[in-house]
Each structure stands twice: as structure tokens, then as C-alpha cells.
């Protein structure tokens, strides 16, 4: 199956052509983050139809278009449900009916982590595996889980992809959900550089030079020694580590898959939360894996012929 794939992300969307299990052509646009999703649309169509041109192809050759989206999504009614402070029109597009008028092909959306999940699931770190969480380290935290085989959506399409705002700390920060101390609050991107502000003693550490401390700085101040680096890691880790064994305790998987940009220490991250795991997971069948994620940023786009297929199965069940 060919299929066109988009992920829309904060500040950029990555429109792609996927055949199966390959990535055919990609194209990421950059995105003024002030601007909304509707005025995004003329150049994902534009897009399309160049990376269709330079592979060859007519988009009459593709199956469908499939769509992830960062924010709450029911793919089962094709809406996006909720945003969090990016494309605060979302909710009242209709994507599907765009898609059809654009390019003549049906389109399906999803959340941008459940997508992921099915790419890795699909064809990488997650091959072969049932039941499975993956989390996705990056400006927010995301948590999505399969069960035998099937992602997790439940009723109000809310199960299964909020990971990241369990919380971990009750007296902790407010979270851009409205929860308190949810994972996501207290070691993100977005959070960390109000956790570096307040940390005892920073004024005096190394991460004091930067206008703003991302995890790559966090990583390497910690490497080479910064005792207050050290510490917040330390703390990044136990926060990012807790939640994991939250996710296995709420969905029982066989594996946790890890993703996002921080992973390019996942020399540092896997084997502890590995070790957390193991530890303290209550598992009496065995132990829960702990692996990185295989396709990086290609992981959501790499989801689009399994989103698409189950669309497919659903309607061959119900005609
Ligand atoms: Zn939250």
C-alpha cells in the first residue's frame, strides 16, 4: 500500500510518502507557530504533489492520506478534540473533507504519538510485540500503549495516549493539561528550564551560561562534571523512570519503547530506566524490555499504512 503521511508538529510539519514499510521522499515545512491550521493546508497539498512529481507518481496512486496530529484526536470520528496551544482552530476543521476536495484521497487522523507507536510497531523497535508502551521524551511527554495487538483509545479517545500527564509529584508544577506535577511538568523540555531557574545552587554551575538549558546541554554539562547538571538529571531520570512503571502497572506491556530528541543519550537513559523498571515494576510473569526508539523522526509517518489498514479492516467488519 502506498499511502501520503503527515505529522504536524509545533513548529514544523513533515509531510511523506510512505510504500509499506519505506519511507519513499520527505519534506518538512517550517511553521510560524502563531499561525493556524487551516492556513498550513495549501502547503501540505502543494507539498504533496512536488514529492508525488519527483517520485513519479499521481497522487491516484496512493491509498490515502494519514495525519498525525499533537494534541487529542478521535480517529474514529475523524476530529481532532482538543489542542494544547498550537492550531487552536483544529477542532473545527474537518481534515477528511479537505483532503477529499484537495487531493481526492480520504484521510485519516491521529494522535502524533499513536501514530509513532504503530510506526515502531510496524517496522521498528517495537517488531514483533503485542503489548507495548512507548514514550516520547521531547518539548512534552508522550505515553501511548497497544494491548493485544490494538492501540488503546477508549471512550472518549483519551485512553491510552496521556502518558506523560501522569503525575508523578502532587505538590508538583502546574501542567499545560491543567493537571499538577503530571511527568510532563516536572522533566520536559518545556518545563526544564523552570526547574534549572529554581534549582539551589545553579547560579554557580556551568548551566548558568546558557540563556536556556535544553536536555543536550543537561547531558553534556553532566558529563563533564556539573554537580547541579548531575543532579537535575539525576532527577530528569527518576521522574521519566517513575512514569515508566506507572505505564507498566496501567497497561502491562511486554516492552517500553523510548523516543524522542533526548534519546541521543539513550546510552544514559535506557539502561537506567531499564534497571527502574525491573526494580520496581510489580511483574511477576517476568521483566518488562526497555529499548529506544529504531525510526527517530520518521517513527509517526512510518504508522500511516498500519492507520490506514485499520481503517480498511473496520469497514470490511462493519459492511
Ligand atoms: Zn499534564
Known amino acids: 500500500m502506498k499511502a501520503l503521511a503527515i505529522d504536524f508538529g509545533g513548529s514544523h510539519a513533515t509531510c511523506g510518502l510512505?510504500?509499506?514499510?519505506?519511507?519513499?521522499?520527505?519534506?518538512?515545512?517550517?511553521?510560524?507557530?502563531?499561525?493556524?491550521?487551516?492556513?498550513?493546508?495549501?502547503?501540505?497539498?502543494?507539498?504533496?504533489?512536488?514529492?508525488?512529481?519527483?517520485?513519479?507518481?499521481?497522487?491516484?496512486?496512493?491509498?490515502?492520506?494519514?495525519?498525525?496530529?499533537?494534541?487529542?484526536?478521535?480517529?474514529?470520528?475523524?476530529?481532532?478534540?482538543?489542542?494544547?496551544?498550537?492550531?487552536?482552530?483544529?477542532?473545527?476543521?474537518?481534515?477528511?473533507?479537505?483532503?477529499?476536495?484537495?487531493?481526492?484521497?480520504?484521510?485519516?487522523?491521529?494522535?502524533?504519538?499513536?501514530?509513532?507507536?504503530?510506526?515502531?510497531?510496524?517496522?521498528?523497535?517495537?517488531?514483533?510485540?503485542?503489548?507495548?508502551?512507548?514514550?516520547?521524551?521531547?518539548?512534552?511527554?508522550?505515553?501511548?500503549?497497544?494491548?493485544?495487538?490494538?492501540?488503546?483509545?477508549?471512550?472518549?479517545?483519551?485512553?491510552?495516549?496521556?502518558?506523560?500527564?501522569?503525575?508523578?509529584?502532587?505538590?508538583?508544577?502546574?501542567c499545560t493539561c491543567g493537571a499538577i506535577g503530571c511527568a510532563e511538568a516536572e522533566a520536559s523540555g518545556w518545563c526544564l528550564p523552570l526547574v534549572v531557574k529554581d534549582w539551589p545552587g545553579v547560579t554557580h554551575s556551568a548551566l548558568s551560561k546558557y540563556n536556556e538549558v535544553g536536555f543536550k546541554e543537561l547531558f553534556e554539562e553532566s558529563a563533564r562534571g556539573?554537580?547541579?547538571?548531575?543532579?537535575?538529571?539525576?532527577?530528569?531520570?527518576?521522574?521519566?523512570?517513575?512514569?515508566?512503571?506507572?505505564?507498566?502497572?496501567?497497561?502491562?506491556?511486554e516492552i517500553i519503547v523510548i523516543g524522542g530528541g533526548v534519546m541521543k543519550s539513550a546510552n544514559v537513559i535506557i539502561p537506567y530506566i531499564e534497571e527502574y523498571v525491573q526494580k520496581y515494576a510489580w511483574t511477576p510473569w517476568g521483566k518488562v524490555q526497555v529499548r529506544a526508539a529504531a525510526l527517530g523522526n520518521s517513527a509517526a509517518l512510518l504508522g500511516a499504512v498500519p492507520l490506514l489498514s485499520e481503517t480498511e479492516t473496520l469497514h470490511r467488519q462493519l459492511s
Request: glycine share 10%; charged share 20%.
Open 18 to 174: 510512505v510504500e509499506d514499510r519505506t519511507l519513499l521522499l520527505s519534506e518538512t515545512i517550517d511553521i510560524d507557530r502563531a499561525r493556524s491550521l487551516a492556513s498550513v493546508l495549501p502547503a501540505v497539498a502543494d507539498t504533496f504533489l512536488d514529492l508525488a512529481r519527483r517520485q513519479s507518481l499521481a497522487l491516484k496512486d496512493f491509498s490515502g492520506v494519514a495525519a498525525g496530529f499533537a494534541g487529542l484526536v478521535d480517529s474514529r470520528i475523524g476530529r481532532i478534540t482538543a489542542t494544547n496551544g498550537k492550531y487552536e482552530d483544529a477542532t473545527a476543521i474537518d481534515l477528511d473533507a479537505w483532503s477529499r476536495k484537495t487531493l481526492g484521497l480520504p484521510l485519516r487522523i491521529e494522535n502524533d504519538a499513536r501514530m509513532a507507536l504503530l510506526g515502531e510497531s510496524f517496522t521498528g523497535a517495537a517488531s514483533g510485540f503485542t503489548d507495548v508502551v512507548m514514550i516520547t521524551l521531547g518539548t512534552g511527554i508522550g505515553g501511548v500503549a497497544m494491548i493485544e495487538g490494538k492501540l488503546l483509545r477508549g471512550k472518549h479517545a483519551q485512553a491510552g495516549c496521556l502518558g506523560g500527564h501522569l503525575p508523578v509529584l502532587f505538590t508538583g508544577r502546574t
Open 226 to 253: 556539573d554537580s547541579v547538571a548531575i543532579a537535575i538529571r539525576a532527577r530528569c531520570l527518576n521522574v521519566w523512570a517513575a512514569n515508566a512503571v506507572g505505564l507498566v502497572h496501567s497497561f502491562d506491556p
